[in-house]
């Protein structure tokens, strides 16, 4: 667009033309607003999602009611810096325990009732 518009102005006879980087330069300054937009659009959230991802899990607390990544629901019974340990179902003898990775916990469930 810009490169168009240099193109068609005329150097008065005798004058060199124009410095080459001012036209570099205005073809780069097209590309800025798609990159202003791609950013706006995919990174900003991006990086909002995990960090209320983090602040979830940093809340954390034991008797939460968590889904993990794999579909499993359960209950925390106990969580360290790395691991949690939920409680997947109740046996006839004793509760089914499991033990995942922290960040496998991809959201708290809203308490029912409780």
């Known amino acids: 667009m810009w490169s168009?518009?240099?193109?068609q102005t005329t150097a008065p006879a005798g004058q060199a033309?124009?410095?080459p980087r001012i036209g570099m330069l205005l073809q780069v300054l097209q590309f800025?607003?798609?990159f202003v937009i791609l950013y706006f659009l995919l990174i900003r959230p991006q990086q909002q999602q995990k960090k209320k991802h983090d602040q979830m899990l940093r809340t954390l607390k034991k008797g939460d009611r968590v889904l993990?990544?794999?579909g499993?629901?359960?209950?925390v019974l106990?969580?360290?810096e790395t691991k949690v340990v939920l409680k997947i179902a109740e046996g006839q003898k004793e509760d089914?325990?499991?033990e995942f990775a922290r960040?496998?916990?991809?959201?708290v469930m809203p308490e029912e009732g409780r």
């Open 96 to 98: 089914v325990k499991a």
């Open 17 to 19: 033309q124009g410095d």
């Open 68 to 70: 993990t990544s794999g």
């Open 103 to 107: 960040s496998a916990v991809s959201q």
């Open 78 to 80: 106990g969580l360290d």
């Open 4 to 7: 168009d518009a240099l193109a």
């Open 72 to 75: 499993l629901y359960g209950t």
């Open 32 to 34: 800025l607003p798609i």
